[in-house]
């Protein structure tokens, strides 16, 4: 593909966009008003930049790209959850969903395509990764979805959270440069406290964000708080087990006084009994918390089935009773494959091979 060649124009600063229109004897300025373009109104093509001459525009066309993403396909869901298929500049997919509740609308997002990890209740888990997600790339798919809130919904974004495809934490630095373009008043110019970023807890990980002052939310999709249960869930708990996560949630704390959010799916017959809940409001306790209960999204005829009412009422009580705030998050998007572990790309669009 002939962009492939061409180097993207938003790999580069506004510093090193004024360098190359200076070498090109053009004014330092027009680094600025591109860069306008390229950010705040998301342009996807040179073409339109209305104050930019037509020689200027023909010159960047010859030297750049704009590796914009394409909606290659949206669904409705039948409770207003709109999931899109992102086609990124290489052809590959990934996904992204709108969720609209009474008084927000969140962006989710994906930050790698595929998965590295093997969390056995996720469907995105069954996907190879291929590549992490450029920051631009991110970027394009909140800007998607804040385009989708005003015309579908006539309401602005008002959070994003990073839950889709991939783990965030293993994308460090195009997460976290796309995450300061977003709330960049040159950028989208969002809060920080709108942004949360959902992590598996990777302790080092988790250390270098507080030690990097990140502004924005943490939530860890947690699951178990008995190491034997989490690592069959979720093998990375091997390497990574709960002593460790609570050291650098401690770390977490104490450098940034914000809580953590731990996103938890009570299974039948694996964690639904007194002795999990009750592991779960002891590490609640490791620092200021709160529990986002999660219903359980099958992903196929496994071994995974939601648990009973009665034990999600008993790991309320149970937390309750300790003080710590826990809710019952129920599922948006079921119906088309958006919900929270299902994004997959099950449709023939989303097929991931070259």
């Known amino acids: 593909m002939e962009n492939v060649a061409k180097k993207d124009i938003r790999k580069l600063s506004l510093e090193e966009l004024e360098d190359f229109f200076i070498t090109q004897g ?31 525009r023909e010159m960047l066309k010859q030297h750049f790209s704009i590796n914009h993403i394409m909606v290659d396909l949206m669904q409705h869901s039948s409770d207003g959850t709109i999931k899109n298929a992102v086609k990124l500049y290489d052809s590959k997919i ?26 056995n209740f996720c469907a995105t888990a069954r996907l190879k990764r291929m590549r992490n997600l450029n920051p631009d790339e991110i970027y394009d798919q909140v800007v998607a979805i804040k385009d989708e809130a005003e015309t579908y919904f006539n309401r602005p974004l008002t959070n994003i959270v990073f839950m889709g495809m991939g783990e965030p934490l293993l994308n460090y630095n195009n997460v976290i440069s796309a995450i300061d373009k977003i709330t960049s008043p040159t950028g989208l110019g969002m809060a920080p406290r709108r942004i949360t970023l959902s992590t598996v807890g990777i ?30 869930l979720m093998p990375i708990n091997d390497v990574n087990p709960l002593e460790d996560l609570a050291d650098s949630l401690r770390y977490w704390y104490q450098k940034t006084k914000r809580k953590v959010t731990y996103e938890y799916v ?32 099958p992903i196929d005829e496994g071994e995974f089935r939601q648990a009973s009412q009665e034990a999600v009422d008993m790991y309320i009580r149970i937390l309750e009773g300790q003080g710590i705030i826990a809710k019952v998050r129920k599922s948006r998007g079921q119906d088309i494959d958006a919900a929270c572990g299902q994004l997959a790309n099950k449709n023939e669009v989303g097929e991931l091979g070259e």
Request: charged share 30%; hydrophobic share 40%; glycine share 2%.
């Open 203 to 232: 302790p080092k990980m988790i250390k270098k964000m507080a030690d990097d002052e990140v502004k924005f939310n943490l939530a860890i999709s947690l699951h178990s708080a008995i190491n034997e249960t989490r690592s069959l």
């Open 94 to 119: 990934v996904e992204s969903v709108l969720i609209p509740t009474s008084k927000r609308i969140t962006a989710c997002v994906s930050s790698q395509v595929g998965c590295s990890l093997d969390c």
């Open 266 to 297: 009570i299974w039948d017959g694996i964690n639904d009994d007194e002795t999990h809940a009750k592991a779960l409001a002891k590490f609640c306790k490791v620092i200021p918390s709160k529990v986002n209960i999660i219903q359980y999204n």
């Open 26 to 56: 053009d004014k330092k300025f027009r680094a600025k008003q591109v860069y306008d373009w390229l950010w705040n109104k998301s342009l996807k093509n040179f073409d339109d930049m209305s104050n930019i001459s037509k020689e200027t």
